[in-house]
C-alpha cells in the first residue's frame, strides 16, 4: 500500500454540442411576456419557424432573429425569438462559435445562463455571457445572485474588463439581485470588437464562459485569434490569457449560488436597459418610434456555427516519496478514442515527470 498525497491535473471533455439541423431539438421557445420589460413579443416554436425568426439554412448556421419585414403602428410589440436548453448543467465550458451578434437601435440581445427553478431568480444565479444594447460596441459581462456575493477586484482577481458602478448602489462589485435596482455586478470588455457592428465586421468569433471551483471566467475572440485548441475541438483555457472578466470565488462561491442553469439566447428591445438607456444612446426619436420600423432590424439576428459544452474529468495522480507511483483514469463513458488516446498520453508525460 502507498501512503500518497493525491494530486489532480483534468482535461475538457465534450459533453454536448449545438450545431446544424439538429440545434433547435433540445431548446424549448420561451413564449410569455418578457421579465425585463421589452416591447417584444416572444414567439412559440411554429410560428417562430413559419416566420422565419429562427431556422437552420443550407451552410448548417444557425439563425434566430426579430422581425424586419413587419411595418407596425405605434404601440405594437415585435416578434422576436426566445430559447432555453432542455439540459441543465452544473459547472462546464460553454464555448459559442458566431458569425454575428444582434445589434440595433433598441436591439437588446443575450446569451446567458440561468437557474431553472421557477423561485430560484437571483438566489440560484444568472450569468450574462454575452450582453449589449443599441450598436455598442463593448461587451458587458455580468452576473445576478443572491445577497452572497460581491465581485473581487484586481489586482486579487485578474480580468482585462472594467468593472462597471452601480448607478442604484453607488458600488461596483454587489452582485445581489434583491436590491431594488441593481443591475448586478458587471465588467465591461475592453476591446471594441467584442460587441455590435465592429465585432460583425471582423467576421464574428468566440465567446467561451468556464465555470468550476475556481471561479467564472469568460473570454473573447474575435475570428483572427481563435485559440487552435477551440478549433480542434480540444480546448485549454490555461492557454487564452487573462480572461476579459472573473467572478473570484474569494468574493462568490460558484458552486453554492449557481445551481441547474439552463443556456439561454434572447433577442428583446427597448426595455429595462435598451428602453432606459435610449435617450443618450445617439439613436433617432425614441424606443417605441424606432420600434415600427423594420428596416430598423435588419441587423438584429444571432448568426451561430456551433455551441459546444465540455465538461472536466479528472486524471487523478497519487504522489509521495515512496518508489511505488499509480495514476487512476475515471472510467468515462462515451469517450472517442481520440479522447483515449489523448489521456493516454496525457498519462504518460504525468509519469515522466514523476
Known amino acids: 500500500m ?14 454536448d454540442t449545438y450545431q446544424g439541423k439538429t440545434f433547435f431539438d433540445t431548446f424549448d421557445f420561451f ?29 448548417g ?18 416578434n422576436s425569438v426566445r430559447i432555453s436548453s432542455q439540459k441543465i448543467y452544473n459547472t462546464g465550458l460553454f464555448i459559442l462559435d458566431l458569425n454575428r451578434v444582434p445589434w440595433g437601435c433598441g436591439v437588446w440581445p443575450a446569451w446567458w445562463t440561468v437557474t431553472n427553478e421557477p423561485s430560484g431568480w437571483p438566489w440560484l444565479g444568472e450569468v450574462d ?9 463593448h461587451n458587458q459581462v455580468a452576473w445576478h445572485t443572491g445577497p452572497n456575493c460581491t465581485l473581487t477586484p484586481p489586482p486579487v482577481a ?54 468550476d471551483d475556481t471561479g467564472i471566467s469568460v473570454w473573447s475572440f474575435y475570428r483572427a485569434l481563435v485559440p487552435t485548441d477551440i478549433q480542434s475541438g480540444e480546448p485549454k483555457p490555461e492557454n487564452w490569457g487573462t480572461p476579459v472578466a472573473f467572478l473570484d470565488p474569494s468574493g462568490c462561491n460558484p458552486i453554492a449560488n449557481f445551481i441547474n442553469h439552463t443556456i439561454v439566447f434572447d433577442i ?9 438607456s435610449y435617450a443618450t444612446s445617439g439613436c433617432p426619436g425614441t424606443c ?53 488516446a489523448t489521456l493516454i498520453v496525457a498519462v504518460l508525460g504525468i509519469m515522466l515527470h514523476i
Open 2 to 15: 502507498v501512503n500518497s498525497t493525491a494530486n489532480s491535473t483534468f482535461v475538457w471533455v465534450i459533453e
Open 158 to 211: 485578474n480580468f482585462t474588463g472594467t468593472y462597471i458602478q452601480n448607478q442604484t448602489t453607488g458600488q461596483p462589485n454587489l452582485c445581489d439581485g434583491n436590491i431594488p435596482g441593481n443591475s448586478g455586478c458587471a465588467i465591461l470588455e475592453a476591446s471594441r470588437a467584442s460587441y455590435g457592428p465592429t465585432f460583425d465586421a471582423a467576421g464574428g468569433g468566440v465567446f467561451a464562459m468556464k465555470w
Open 288 to 340: 417605441e418610434e424606432r420600434l415600427m420600423d423594420p428596416a430598423n432590424f435588419v441587423n438584429a439576428s444571432w448568426s451561430i456555427n456551433y455551441m459546444k459544452v465540455y465538461k472536466r474529468v479528472s486524471l487523478v495522480q497519487a504522489s509521495n516519496s515512496a518508489p511505488a507511483r499509480h495514476v487512476t483514469i475515471p472510467f468515462v463513458q462515451g469517450l472517442s478514442g481520440m479522447w483515449i
Open 61 to 78: 448556421t444557425v439563425i434566430m432573429k426579430g422581425d424586419d419585414t413587419t411595418q407596425l403602428t405605434q404601440g405594437i410589440n415585435r
Open 268 to 276: 428583446t428591445f427597448c426595455g429595462d436597459w435598451a428602453g432606459n
Open 129 to 137: 455571457i454575452i450582453e449589449g444594447v443599441h450598436d455598442n460596441e
Open 31 to 59: 413564449a410569455y411576456l418578457d421579465p425585463t420589460h421589452g416591447k417584444v413579443n416572444y414567439t412559440t416554436r411554429e410560428d417562430a419557424f413559419s416566420q422565419r425568426l429562427a431556422y437552420v439554412d443550407d451552410n
